[in-house]
T-cell receptor, first 111, second 114 residues
Framework: RKEVEQDPGPFNVPEGATVAFNCTYSNSASQSFFWYRQDCRKEPKLLMSVYSSGNEDGRFTAQLNRASQYISLLIRDSKLSDSATYLCVVNIGGGGNKLTFGTGTQLKVEL | NAGVMQNPRHLVRRRGQEARLRCSPMKGHSHVYWYRQLPEEGLKFMVYLQKENIIDESGMPKERFSAEFPKEGPSILRIQQVVRGDSAAYFC????????????FGSGTRLTVV
């Protein structure tokens, strides 16, 4: 089983739609959780951290369910500029400082 | 306030040559991480360094790859005797203290082995 698993997509949605991405992680000792965004041939950029209480940043809402080892990202009112690959990222834990990346979910927002 | 600086942006090497990739972390960041992204694949952790110390090299191939982060100067990822399979994007990231707030990535070095 992969340490961090995501549906690769692509998700093709019309502008203005709401879209949700899911991610599961295998290690229950995982400590920190993030969503990153990566545009084609560019570096990953931190979108937001993910907390058990849930957190929101504008049109983006992230949620963590520790019991189910599940992370989600909701994008409301999709814009063309949201087209990118969204990476689920986990600090697996064990005292280490490395982040483990999922392979990403591709989003294409269309007119 | 410059971000994480990587150079060169693009590097072409013939099989058997050496590749040296450089990374200067953000000001105030003492933790450096190297990742590799093969075409159509996710980012894979390679190595985590602090000044003059390799903290975790569990993702480094056993042969031909080495990394350092000297007291002065950038972190260097060195690949000796490159092969076609080394062609990838190599990203460096830095953080001030651990991963609690995530990393900041550089723009990467795209290595092409011909």
């Amino acid at each position: 089983r992969k340490e961090v698993e995501q549906d690769p997509g692509p998700f093709n949605v019309p502008e203005g739609a709401t879209v949700a991405f899911n991610c599961t992680y295998s290690n229950s000792a995982s400590q920190s959780f993030f969503w990153y965004r990566q545009d084609c041939r560019k570096e990953p950029k931190l979108l937001m951290s993910v907390y058990s209480s849930g957190n929101e940043d504008g049109r983006f809402t992230a949620q963590l369910n520790r019991a189910s080892q599940y992370i989600s990202l909701l994008i409301r009112d999709s814009k063309l500029s949201d087209s990118a690959t969204y990476l689920c990222v986990v600090n697996i834990g064990g005292g280490g400082n490395k982040l483990t990346f999922g392979t990403g979910t591709q989003l294409k927002v269309e007119l | 306030n410059a971000g994480v600086m990587q150079n060169p942006r693009h590097l072409v090497r013939r099989r058997g040559q050496e590749a040296r990739l450089r990374c200067s972390p953000m000001k105030g960041h003492s933790h450096v991480y190297w990742y590799r992204q093969l075409p159509e694949e996710g980012l894979k952790f390679m190595v985590y360094l602090q000044k003059e110390n390799i903290i975790d090299e569990s993702g480094m191939p056993k042969e031909r790859f080495s990394a350092e982060f000297p007291k002065e100067g950038p972190s260097i990822l060195r690949i000796q005797q490159v092969v076609r399979g080394d062609s990838a994007a190599y990203f460096c990231a830095s953080s001030p203290t651990g991963v609690a707030n995530g990393y900041t990535f550089g723009s990467g070095t795209r290595l092409t082995v011909v």
